[in-house]
């Protein structure tokens, strides 16, 4: 019995792990990967395979993957060979809603870190805004104090003088 033959046999009895280290037929081998939600190895499996098939279940296992574009592509490869593939148009549409969403998530992401960042320094200008303004009020408490002590010298010379 040949590698294909004990790959179709644990593919059959679902051994996908099996399967996929028994077939030597690289869309085989990928469709156990595939049906062992092992998408990277299916991907690998099918990348230089030129058939309508072969990009069909690229595009699947890389929306899997979620590599939303390059599965796009990969569907788009198809339908320019099956422009009516039902399969390929159906699920093209659904990974190009999941990458607008996924972009949308991004960009959410995005304005929210540019907020927190835009928090972060209006938090440290406040800081040291306040620095400087304690730095200020410490300033004028040593010279309030200086002038006091001097004022308080003055008296004590002018008590000094009064008795002599």
């Known amino acids: 019995m040949n590698k294909d033959n004990q790959g179709l046999e644990s593919f059959n009895t679902e051994a996908f792990t099996q399967a996929a280290e028994d077939f030597e037929n690289p869309q085989w081998r990928a469709a156990a990967n595939y049906r062992n939600q092992n998408y990277e190895a299916a ?16 595009g699947n296992a890389l929306a899997h993957l979620e590599q939303y574009e390059a599965a796009i592509e990969a569907y788009d490869t198809t339908l320019a060979q099956i422009p009516d593939h039902a ?33 972060q320094q209006d938090g440290d200008q406040q800081d040291q805004e306040n620095q400087q303004q304690s730095q200020n009020q410490d300033q004028q408490q040593q010279q309030d104090n200086q002038e006091q002590q001097d004022g308080d010298q003055q008296d004590q010379e002018q008590q000094d003088q009064e008795q002599q």
């Open 87 to 119: 399969d390929a148009l159906k699920n093209k549409a659904i990974v190009e809603k999941l990458l607008e969403e996924q972009q949308q998530q991004q960009q959410e992401q995005e304005n929210s870190e540019s907020d927190q960042q835009q928090e």
């Open 43 to 58: 991907a690998q499996d099918l990348t230089g395979i030129d058939t309508p098939d072969a990009h069909y279940n690229l």
